[in-house]
């Protein structure tokens, strides 16, 4: 009994070690969210942050993250599904045609600019095959995100945006096969193929019957919309369900996802699963946004710092020149091209998965393998602060100044009005500290002067004192002189 109670005790300890680091975990990531918040960034470069400082290569926090990964992927999934119950059907056949040109176009690109990296880097034909499937991929989670706060999700800056997101993640199921071909197996074309076809018949399927036949009926939906619990488990089981399903059948999971969540977005409950399944989704992509921290390995990025940067920065800013000269060449306003654009100038999650098939099937280096995941990750973590400062710039370049310095000051005056008051605040601090320190430096300048004035005033009376006695003396010892004379 008493060791049943001490193995008890033991455990609860153990667990109590775990739920206060699940407790730090939280605590920092909604502390750099808000941080990001206060500073006009979108929070979620904070969860970023919050994840590079508590993984293996900062604080150490959080040593093993495949549990982190996996709960990641789930957040990518559920993001999918809920981007597709979302989705207007209308709206997403009117932009499938420019968002398929568009794609075409980043594939061209990045293929071009993995030639130049390649070139640079030494690498072989199949690690610039692989790093242009890497560099042409964009972040679904990241550019719905930072379109969804900036309010043009549901434009048509959104409506394109997603048309071209979604027409990538099929794209990547043959990117996958290809990649994981280069392991010596050889080349599928026909599994290929036939996977590709399946992907794109399927979708349109699903659109052509929405968009003919209206709302799918559920049975029972009078009986659950009421019901928050089992419309959560129900949706979340469809979610998966079909995720796993899509996976197995070699598709990618998030393509599943998006499907199931079109059939439920074109359904009777669409209106009551959307608000229930919002807060799931937003909890599970701050763990996605974690786990990209968690993977970025700093002692390598230090080392290779330059080339790192160069190729983050490049990848960025050369997507977003692209990206934006694409969907204007394909017909989309200057405005919506710019928002759209820059929103899809990051390199994708996806990527990640790209680069670890192409390590599996050894047609990707180590080192080049490492290159990759910091880039991708550098590119998550700087594109929403790259949005938001080329918006800026761009909104207010166009009222007329003279020049982008101007168009700065103007776009961020607010800011700098925040950083200077801040500096005020200091400087404040800081004038009452050194008034505080000339003030006890004056009192004990004052104290000492005083304390040798005692001591002065003191001495002057021990020396009249013994003045006087020595006079005393002097004259006691002439009268003894005189009586003896």
């Keep these: 009994m008493e060791q049943i109670v001490h193995e008890a005790v033991a455990q609860g300890s153990s667990h109590g070690g775990d739920f206060a680091a699940v407790a730090l975990v939280i605590a920092v990531a909604a502390l750099a969210g808000l941080g990001f918040l206060w500073l006009r960034q979108p929070p979620l470069v904070g969860f970023i942050l919050a994840g590079i400082l508590l993984g293996p290569t900062g604080m150490g926090l959080i040593a093993n993250n495949d549990s982190v990964a996996f709960l990641g992927e789930m957040g990518v999934v559920v993001l999918l599904f809920f981007i597709g119950m979302e989705l207007s059907i209308k709206a997403f056949?009117?932009?499938?045609?420019?968002?398929?040109?568009?794609?075409?176009?980043?594939?061209?690109?990045?293929?071009?600019?993995?030639?130049?990296?390649?070139?640079?880097?030494?690498?072989?034909?199949?690690?610039?095959?692989?790093?242009?499937?890497?560099?042409?991929?964009?972040?679904?989670?990241?550019?719905?995100?930072?379109?969804?706060?900036?309010?043009?999700?549901?434009?048509?800056?959104?409506?394109?945006?997603?048309?071209?997101?979604?027409?990538?993640?099929?794209a990547v199921v043959p990117?996958?096969?290809?990649?994981?071909?280069?392991?010596?197996?050889?080349?599928d074309v026909v599994s290929t193929t036939v996977r590709v076809v399946v992907a794109v018949g399927i979708m349109a399927g699903f659109l052509w019957y929405f968009g003919r036949f209206g709302k799918l009926r559920i049975p029972y939906a009078e009986k659950v919309e009421d019901k928050v619990e089992l419309l959560a488990l129900g949706a979340l089981a469809l979610c998966f369900s079909a995720a796993a399903i899509s996976g197995v059948a070699g598709l990618s999971p998030a393509y599943g996802a998006f499907i199931?969540?079109?059939?439920?977005?074109?359904?009777?409950?669409?209106?009551?699963?959307?608000?229930?399944?919002?807060?799931?989704?937003s909890v599970l992509l701050v763990i996605f946004f974690l786990s990209i921290g968690l993977l970025i390995d700093l002692g390598f990025i230090w080392d290779n710092l330059l080339t790192v940067l160069l190729a983050a920065i490049g990848v960025v800013a050369a997507k977003s020149v692209l990206n934006v000269m694409f969907l204007r060449w394909t017909g989309s306003s200057a405005q919506t091209a710019l928002i759209a654009g820059l929103s899809m100038a990051q390199v994708g999650e996806f990527s990640f998965v790209l680069a670890a098939a192409g390590l599996a099937a050894g047609a990707l280096g180590e080192d080049l393998y490492r290159l990759v995941i910091a880039m991708t990750a550098i590119s998550l973590l700087v594109s929403p602060v790259w949005v938001s400062v080329m918006r800026r710039l761009e909104a207010t370049y166009s009222e007329g100044l003279e020049s982008y310095r101007n168009a700065l000051a103007v776009a961020y005056a607010q800011e700098l009005r925040e950083v200077d008051r801040g500096r005020a605040f200091i400087g404040r601090g800081v004038a009452g500290l050194r008034a505080r320190l000339i003030a006890l430096s004056h009192a004990r300048r004052e104290r000492r002067r005083k304390k040798a004035e005692r001591k002065a005033e003191k001495a002057g009376k021990q020396q009249a004192a013994a003045q006087k006695k020595a006079e005393e003396s002097s004259a006691a010892g002439n009268t003894e002189s005189d009586k003896q004379a």
């Excluded at 056949?93 to 600019?113: E, F, I, N, T, Y």
């Excluded at 690498?123 to 692989?130: G, P, S």
């Excluded at 071909?181 to 050889?186: I, L, M, N, P, Y």
């Design 93 to 170: 056949v009117v932009s499938l045609r420019q968002a398929l040109l568009v794609v075409v176009g980043q594939l061209a690109s990045a293929a071009l600019l993995a030639v130049v990296i390649g070139a640079l880097l030494d690498a072989t034909t199949r690690e610039i095959v692989i790093l242009s499937f890497v560099i042409a991929m964009s972040s679904t989670v990241v550019a719905m995100k930072m379109l969804d706060e900036m309010g043009a999700l549901r434009g048509d800056a959104g409506r394109i945006a997603v048309g071209v997101l979604i027409a990538q993640d099929i």
């Design 175 to 187: 990117m996958l096969i290809f990649a994981s071909s280069f392991g010596g197996q050889g080349f």
């Design 260 to 281: 199931a969540g079109i059939c439920v977005g074109n359904s009777t409950l669409r209106s009551r699963v959307i608000p229930v399944v919002e807060p799931i989704q």
